[in-house]
């Protein structure tokens, strides 16, 4: 039996998009934008404590969360 694992990404506290991936597999980020934001990065919390390292393999389901600043 061939086990998945679901990666989410976040969005203002609404899930954009989610991909399958195989376990030990690696995700990208989806390309977003948000009018008058630069996105920082996305993160393993809602708090962004901790920002995700996208060589980290998945090794199980997430939630990732996209954080934005204002644009210079």
């Known amino acids: 039996m061939?086990?998945?694992?679901?990666?989410?990404?976040n969005i203002d506290n609404v899930t954009y998009a989610s991909k399958i991936v195989l376990?030990?597999?690696?995700?990208?980020a989806p390309e977003v934008?948000?009018?008058g934001k630069v996105l920082d990065g996305w993160y393993k919390s809602a708090t962004?404590?901790?920002?995700?390292?996208f060589s980290t393999p998945?090794?199980?389901?997430?939630?990732l969360y996209a954080r934005w600043v204002?644009?210079?």
């Open 2 to 9: 061939m086990y998945y694992y679901t990666v989410k990404f």
């Open 23 to 28: 376990p030990d597999a690696l995700t990208a």
């Open 33 to 35: 934008e948000q009018e």
């Open 48 to 53: 962004y404590a901790e920002k995700f390292n």
């Open 58 to 63: 998945i090794t199980g389901d997430i939630t």
């Open 70 to 72: 204002d644009q210079q």
